[in-house]
């Protein structure tokens, strides 16, 4: 069974985030990452090269491929800024009819720019799902 690529590692998120050329999705980044770390009250943590994570739970897939993995983070990619919503968005219809602008995948949010969501949203959604992941799986 392959191994999972995207592990947790020891590399700062702040100083990853601090070194994005781009200023305005720099940012957002920061706001997202604050936001994160409130409503968590966990520290960002790296995984891989390129997302930031907070908090982890243990999973194991139907294919009984097993590991652990955040219960929420972030991305910024060059076409957006991506959002890993561990407990995807059918339980969230509500909330998520009233965030704004974005396109959605099995458990990611892709936003453009911050600007066009409800922070206040998008801070409830956050803490709904890593509540949720929190009380439905095992702590890392």
Partial sequence: MAE???KLTEQSAVAFLNQLENDSRRQ???TVLELMKEVT????RMW???IVGFGSYHYRGKSGREGDWMLVGFSPRKQNLTLYIMAGFDRYDD????????????SCLYINKLTDV???ILRE????SVDYMRTTHSPD
């Fill in 4 to 6: 999972l690529k995207t």
């Fill in 28 to 30: 957002d980044c920061l």
């Fill in 41 to 44: 009250g966990e520290e960002p």
């Fill in 48 to 50: 891989g090269e390129s």
């Fill in 95 to 106: 909330l998520v009819s009233k965030l704004g602008k974005f396109k959605t995948g099995k």
């Fill in 118 to 120: 409800d922070l206040q």
């Fill in 125 to 128: 959604l956050v803490k709904q």
